[in-house]
């Protein structure tokens, strides 16, 4: 590698890192226990997921979705499968998002597909999907978390398919606590992740106006539905573990007990849940650090179990 590429490379991983500390404070604590290369990796895939969200809801490193401008938005999903295909081959441009991509894929040997069931996921929000049940969320999750997971665990070394699937476990707990954290402000907008079924059964409408004040006792119940079913995937996770360095290791079990308890933080405020967004502050993220690095330790003697298979069943 020359000076030139030595420093752009520098730049395009400086970049990533930015979009994660603006955008994910939860991740980013996480991620500082990778080690140096599986965290390049890391912030550079984020870089990526966190720039297609960004344009097809018109807003900036997640922030601003209320205010953003999300007409045309094939047009949108169009160009970003274009420049992702176009990063998968090794032609990425100027765009250090994109550059960054390419060396994901270059560093990784991930798969191409992956990428476009990630932007599969952004097409739902575009067509403005609506979920019936449980299962058609957790298909939602999938492609914008599960599917995340799945890479992030590639980024880390390991493609076997047991580990794969307890990654896709732990991406869909952290989907679906961020849909039951951010309900109020998705309904504002339209977007409604919440099982029809659900809603029904608390008399609840699947529009906009679920983010009505008036809604929030019933709904408070309906969030509480979806933070114990992520509850299973959170168990499963941990049995995904044992499979990786321990450095990964730790980061995923701090960044596992993180997001659990913003989970639990919206289980306990119930219709209070969000006067304010659910969040964990500093001196909670260095309590999870610490005891992810006890469950990383544990994890070195853990004997593998097998996977719930009533679990959702990640596509092959």
């Given at each position: 590698m020359t000076a030139g590429q030595a420093a752009r490379q520098a730049q395009v991983v400086a970049h990533g890192a930015q979009a994660i500390r603006a955008g994910?404070?939860?991740?980013?604590?996480?991620?500082?226990?990778?080690?140096?290369?599986?965290?390049e990796g890391a912030v550079m895939l984020y870089a990526w997921c966190r720039h297609c969200d960004d344009v097809v809801?018109?807003?900036?490193?997640?922030?601003?979705?209320?205010?953003?401008?999300?007409?045309?938005?094939?047009?949108?999903?169009?160009?970003?499968?274009?420049a992702t295909r176009r990063a998968c081959a090794g032609l990425p441009g100027d765009d250090p998002v994109f550059a960054g991509?390419?060396?994901?894929?270059?560093?990784?040997?991930?798969?191409?597909?992956?990428?476009?069931?990630?932007?599969?996921?952004?097409?739902?929000?575009?067509e403005e999907h609506r979920y019936a049940t449980l299962e058609d969320t957790l298909a939602y999750c999938w492609r914008v978390?599960?599917?995340?997971?799945?890479?992030?665990?590639?980024?880390?070394?390991?493609?076997?398919a047991a580990t794969l699937d307890r990654a896709c476990d732990l991406g869909l707990a952290f989907q679906l606590t961020n849909i039951a954290r951010d309900v109020v402000e998705d309904a504002a907008i339209g977007r409604i992740y919440l099982p029809a079924e659900w809603l029904a059964?608390?008399?609840?409408?699947?529009d906009?106006?679920?983010?009505?004040?008036?809604?929030?006792e019933a709904l408070a119940r309906v969030a509480m539905r979806l933070v114990q079913a992520a509850e299973p995937y959170y168990d499963s996770a941990l049995g995904g573990l044992p499979a990786l360095p321990l450095r990964s290791a730790w980061s995923i079990a701090t960044a596992r007990s993180v997001y659990r308890a913003i989970g639990?933080?919206?289980?306990?405020?119930?219709?209070?849940?969000?006067?304010?967004?659910?969040?964990?502050?500093?001196?909670?993220?260095?309590?999870?650090?610490?005891?992810?690095?006890?469950?990383?330790?544990?994890?070195r003697a853990r004997r593998p179990q097998m996977r719930d298979q009533h679990l959702f069943q990640r596509p092959a």
């Open positions: 994910s404070h939860s991740f980013a604590a996480a991620a500082r226990l990778f080690t140096p290369s599986v965290r809801d018109g807003q900036e490193l997640g922030h601003g979705q209320r205010s953003g401008e999300r007409g045309d938005g094939p047009a949108r999903l169009a160009q970003l499968r274009e991509l390419a060396e994901v894929v270059r560093r990784h040997r991930i798969a191409p597909v992956y990428f476009e069931h990630h932007l599969d996921g952004f097409a739902m929000d575009v978390a599960g599917v995340v997971g799945v890479m992030m665990a590639q980024i880390m070394g390991r493609s076997d059964a608390e008399g609840l409408p699947a906009a106006r679920l983010a009505e004040p008036r809604h929030r639990r933080k919206v289980q306990a405020r119930g219709p209070a849940a969000w006067d304010t967004r659910a969040r964990t502050n500093r001196a909670e993220k260095l309590g999870w650090v610490a005891a992810g690095g006890v469950q990383a330790l544990a994890s």
